[in-house]
C-alpha cells in the first residue's frame, strides 16, 4: 500500500536475475511460516507456506527455505519480473496462539527493467 | 468472484466522530480479522472472528469495536476516533481458523485530525 515501504529493509535486482529475501523469526514453536506479497495500493496476497517440519519447498518460480537452527527464513525468486516489485512479508502460524498470523515488518523488493 | 470488499476506501474524519468500516466476503470464509498497518511497524492484528458471534481481541485491541452477525460480514467500529488512529486498515479471512491463506480486501485509508 501507499508509503508501505518506508523504513523497510529494500532489495534492489535486475530483471531476468534470481531475488533472495530473507526473514528471522522469533517462536521456534510456530507451526508454519509464510510468505505474502503486497502491492503498491493492494491488500498483502498468499505466496507460499512452509511446515515446520520441512526444509525446503517449491511453488511456481518460487521456493521457501526454513533454517530451524538459527531461526531463519527466505524466499527465492527465480527469473525476477518487474511484476514481482512489492513488499514481501514473512509470517508465522502458532496453531495453539488462538490461530494468529504474526506478520514480519516486510521487504521492499524493486526489480529494475 | 471471490473477494473480500471494504468500505470505504479512503476516509478523513475528526477526532471523536464515531464511524464504522465495513467488511464483507463471499467465500463462505468462517475466520475473519482486522489489521492496521502502520510504517515501520507492518501488521498488527486488532480483532479477529472464529465464526458468527465469537470475536476476539487481537495485538492492539484499543479505541476498536467489532461485530459478527453474519458469516460474511465483519465491520470495524471506532466509537471515538483519535489521530493516533490514522492508519492503513485491512480486513482478512480465511476458510478456517488457522489456515495460512488469508485473502485481504484493498484497504482503507483513515485519517483522523
Known amino acids: 500500500g501507499e508509503n508501505v515501504g518506508l523504513h523497510l529493509p529494500t532489495l534492489s535486482v535486475q530483471e531476468g536475475d534470481n531475488s533472495i529475501i530473507n526473514c528471522a523469526y522469533s517462536?521456534?514453536?510456530?507451526?508454519?511460516f509464510i510468505w505474502y506479497k503486497q502491492e503498491s495500493g493492494k491488500g498483502p496476497q498468499f505466496i507460499i507456506d512452509?511446515?515446520?517440519?520441512?526444509d525446503k519447498r517449491q511453488g511456481q518460480r518460487v521456493t521457501v527455505l526454513l533454517n530451524k537452527t538459527v531461526k531463519h527464513l527466505s524466499l527465492q525468486i527465480a527469473a525476477t519480473q518487474p511484476g514481482d516489485s512489492a513488499v514481501y512479508f514473512c509470517?508465522?502460524?502458532?496453531?495453539?496462539?488462538?490461530?494468529?498470523?504474526?506478520f514480519g515488518k516486510g521487504t521492499l523488493l524493486t526489480v529494475n527493467p | 468472484e471471490a473477494q473480500v470488499t471494504q468500505n470505504p476506501r479512503y476516509l478523513i474524519t475528526v477526532t471523536g466522530k464515531k464511524l464504522t468500516v465495513t467488511c464483507s466476503q463471499n467465500?463462505?470464509?468462517?475466520?475473519m480479522s482486522w489489521y492496521r498497518q502502520d510504517p515501520g511497524l507492518g501488521l498488527r492484528q486488532i480483532y479477529y472472528?472464529?465464526?458468527?458471534?465469537?470475536?476476539d481481541k487481537g495485538d492492539v485491541p484499543e479505541g476498536y469495536k467489532v461485530s459478527r452477525k453474519e458469516k460474511r460480514n465483519f465491520p470495524l467500529i471506532l466509537e471515538s476516533p483519535s489521530p493516533n488512529q490514522t492508519s492503513l486498515y485491512f480486513c482478512?479471512?480465511?476458510?478456517?481458523?488457522?489456515?495460512?491463506?488469508?485473502?485481504f480486501g484493498p484497504g482503507t485509508r483513515l485519517t483522523v485530525t
Open positions: 512452509i511446515r515446520s517440519n520441512m
Open positions: 509470517a508465522e502460524n502458532c496453531i495453539g496462539s488462538n490461530y494468529k498470523l504474526t
Open positions: 467465500m463462505n470464509h468462517e475466520y
Open positions: 482478512a479471512s480465511s476458510y478456517a481458523p488457522g489456515h495460512n491463506e488469508q485473502y
Open positions: 517462536n521456534s514453536a510456530s507451526d508454519y
Open positions: 472472528s472464529m465464526n458468527v458471534e465469537v470475536t
